[in-house]
């Protein structure tokens, strides 16, 4: 398996704009998580879902962040506006069950000026 | 919400084994202890879990000790590409949010 499938790697936009983050978790993991690390807050939950559906967004940071998932194979977290403090490095992990490990991708470097 | 403390730094000689502490003094009974680590830019990797009794796999053993304050994560044999950040997590299983991964132990494997 290849694994959680992150893209971009790197981002660097300008403070105003859009960004869409994408990742496409393990074939057949009904969790995936959205996690946001920084070198002040360490590695934070933004948002998880179970079978397309969310079911824990208390991480999500404000309602400039938002997060779907419309099928089993892909989930966007969107931030509209960025601001500079965006910048971080976001992760996306999956399982295969609420008592099973998570699978982490190689993260997405957001760079907000 | 349990926390763990753990060093923030360690070194070990390749070849030799590492043995990284930490401490949960708080935890509940039904709370895992979970270790994972992250090498230098990439997502954190898994490596072991366990409730009360101590556990092996391919990548390391885990010590829990009897009144599950503390935990030891062993890896046996430590190489150059063991150096990682690891983490020392308790959680339930179903309390996503309380996946806590606080500041871990760097640990640094040297010839």
């Known amino acids: 398996d290849a694994g959680v499938i992150q893209s971009p790697r790197h981002e660097v936009t300008e403070m105003g704009q859009e960004v869409t983050l994408r990742c496409k978790p393990i074939?057949?993991?009904?969790?995936l998580f959205w996690y946001r690390q920084t070198m002040m807050r360490g590695l934070e939950l933004l948002i998880y879902?179970?079978?397309?559906?969310?079911?824990?967004d208390s991480g999500m940071p404000e309602d400039r962040f938002s997060a779907k998932m419309p099928n089993a194979s892909f989930s966007t977290l969107k931030i509209q506006p960025s601001e500079p403090r965006d910048s971080a490095v976001y992760f996306c992990?999956?399982?295969?069950?609420?008592?099973?490990?998570?699978?982490f991708g190689p993260g997405t470097r957001l760079l907000v000026l | 919400d349990a926390k763990t403390t753990q060093p923030t730094s360690m070194d070990c000689a390749e070849g030799r084994a590492a043995n990284l502490p930490c401490n949960h003094s708080?935890?509940?009974?039904?709370?895992?202890v979970y270790w994972y680590r992250q090498i230098h830019s990439q997502g954190p990797q898994y490596i072991i879990h366990g409730l009360k009794n101590n556990e092996t796999n391919e990548m390391a053993s885990l010590i829990i000790t009897e009144d599950r304050k503390s935990s030891t994560l062993i890896l046996p044999h430590a190489t150059l590409r063991d150096t990682a950040v690891y983490y020392c997590i308790v959680r339930t299983i179903y309390n996503f949010n309380k996946f806590y991964f606080g500041s871990g132990t760097k640990l640094n494997v040297k010839p």
């Open positions: 879902f179970n079978n397309n559906v969310p079911i824990d």
């Open positions: 708080t935890i509940s009974g039904n709370e895992y």
């Open positions: 074939s057949g993991h009904d969790y």
């Open positions: 992990a999956s399982s295969s069950g609420a008592q099973e490990t998570q699978y």
